[in-house]
């Protein structure tokens, strides 16, 4: 279901019937940040957790997880056991942790609990998601969303003008192909392109010396094909992984730690991008 970007901008009206004339913005939220990967295991959750962290120390940010069939934001935040509540008119109250507000399924269903929904009910959630819940004033609305190219991605770019998208990937190349096809879809569908994001990088050895734990492939020469910014190269380390597990994700567990420094760098990219 492609989207010819030559006939629309995510940002224009027109005429036409296409699925895109409908999006409006959230009110009172500046900026709609989609992150977004080709394939699983990449460690997008662990970005978008922490970007939204990071931007948070100065801006006031939400964070939504739109990972329907595989929501980790409670986890890796911390909030496994809240639940939100509704106020007189329906409209849920996100949970706030670390001054960041949050949404998302997993709140509402048993971890354990699979969410086996067709299409229109992906449809209906996203859209609850983003005009159902209490997001007030925000200059960051962070969307940590599904791998793939598939329908979540779709109903977000229909619905709301998207501020740009940051990908995730990985060194290899076997991350790479993917990633190309997220790329391709975000072009197609006028949404811009933020940067790349290369996760688990690298490890350094405890003399220092950068390891790769994947065969380094092509993605900075993509990168500079498509004249995409990479926003940063995140080091592998153990403890990014425990702090999410524990709910304390490494951008407050360990600000200083050159892992962290790393995701703050990133959100200032961002917020010079996409001023508030």
Known sequence: MAHDPSSHSTHSTSSTNSPFDSQKSIPHVKHIIAVSSGKGGVGKSTVATNLALALGKKNKVGLLDADIYGPSIPRMLGALNQKPTANEHNKLKPIIRYGIKLMSIGFLVEESSAIVWRGPMLFKAIDQFLNDVLWDELDYLVVDLPPG???VQLSLAQKVLVSG???VCT???IALIDTKKSVDMWTRMGVKILGMVENMSYMKSPTGEKIQLFPKGDLDSYLDSKRITKLGEIPFNPSVSLG????VPVVESQPQSA????FFAIAEQIRTALPV
């Open 149 to 151: 190219t598939g329908d």
């Open 165 to 167: 998208v940051v990908t």
């Open 171 to 173: 060194p290899q190349n």
């Open 244 to 247: 999410s597990e524990a709910g």
């Open 259 to 262: 892992e962290a420094e790393v």
